[in-house]
């Protein structure tokens, strides 16, 4: 296997793609029908039904009795935390051994031809590795499960928008689909957000130490950033909803940015067979700071001016905004 084939090194030595960043034909006037049919299986497989299906396991076999969950008692919430540790375990720990500990493929496809430092005094507890697994299980997981478990004690009690399954089935199909998409557009404005600079300092720079990222830095946040990354639950109890909803995006939120900041481009599968991870724009993200702020479906970095197509273009126009930004401090 050669990644020559898929990409190639810039005069720094980082590796990219060939294919440039590109947002679907979706959020286009007028609708373009071909786009949209063709943008359809990409958004729903493998990620979009991989955790829609995990969340629809999780309401049925690994969250507790709604009569259960009406008085919030120490003895279930324990439970929906374990799980939540469980899952982080086994989807990002597997994640971390094959590619950062078995290293199955080496640097084949990696954006950073350079593993991440082994100690560095700018971490938490001198490592890349022991910094991200702290304010993971110490903070992130603890805060994720708040937010669930409130969610699902508001639901019990009636308290929160309701919605009957059986009575709106094609509301309930509907919301399902949406739910990355509204997580896309909720996480772009957090993110914007704790860039302005006062919240970039005391709380998001804790992510962006992780410039050479890895499965770990995921949800490798500051608590206060825990906070507003996981209030996409809100959306769940304006919106009537289903738990089948909000453990979608619960799970999602939870576990998905493992595989957006693996720092590959495309795992190895077989000898001449890969697996794309599509997160290229969100390396660019951690490697120049103030592009990509959000990827995928939604283009509001474009909207917005903030996109990186990963060109050699888009690296000139940058270098002019930064360069005006500089001139604009100065007088």
């Given amino acids: 296997m050669d990644d020559s084939d898929f990409g190639k ?21 007028p609708p373009q029908l071909v786009s949209i049919l063709g943008w359809l299986p990409k958004y729903l497989f493998p990620w979009g039904v991989f955790y829609g299906g995990l969340g629809t396991l999780v309401w049925l076999f690994l969250t507790p009795p709604v009569e259960q969950m009406r008085t919030l008692t120490l003895d279930w919430i324990a439970f929906v935390f374990i ?55 110490v903070f992130g997981v603890p805060i994720w499960t708040a937010w669930e478990v409130t969610s699902l004690w508001l639901y019990a009690n009636g308290m929160i928008a309701q919605l009957d399954p059986i009575a709106n089935p094609i509301w309930l199909i509907l919301l399902w689909f949406f739910v990355p998409l ?57 919106v009537p909803a289903h738990p089948l909803h909000f453990l979608h995006y619960s799970m ?25 991870l599509p997160y290229y724009a969100h390396y660019l993200h951690h490697r120049l700071f ?30 002019e905004r930064r360069a005006k930004q500089r001139k604009k401090r100065k007088q």
């Fill in 9 to 29: 090194e810039d005069n720094r030595g980082y590796w990219k793609p060939n294919e440039l960043i590109r947002y679907p034909g979706v959020f286009v006037w």
């Fill in 83 to 137: 799980r939540n540790c469980t899952l982080m375990v086994l989807i990002v720990g597997l994640q971390h051994y094959w590619l950062y500990i078995r290293r199955a493929q080496g640097t084949l496809f990696k954006f950073n031809r350079k593993w991440p430092e082994g100690k560095h005094p700018g971490f938490t507890f001198g490592t890349q590795l022991r910094d991200n697994l702290f304010w993971t299980f």
């Fill in 182 to 238: 509204l997580h896309e557009f909720h996480f772009f404005c957090v993110h914007r957000l704790i860039h302005w600079p006062p919240l970039y300092t005391r709380f998001h720079k804790v992510h962006h130490r992780n410039s050479n990222p890895g499965p770990w830095s995921g949800i490798s946040m500051h608590p206060v950033e825990h906070l507003l990354y996981f209030s996409g639950f809100l959306i769940y109890w304006i």
């Fill in 252 to 276: 999602m939120v939870g576990l998905s940015p493992a595989q957006g900041h693996t720092g590959f481009d495309r795992v190895v599968t077989k000898d001449k067979s890969t697996f794309h």
């Fill in 290 to 319: 103030e592009v990509n702020y959000s990827d995928g479906t939604i283009p509001l970095d474009k909207w917005f001016g903030s996109f990186h197509d990963g060109s050699e273009e888009a690296d000139l126009a940058l270098a």
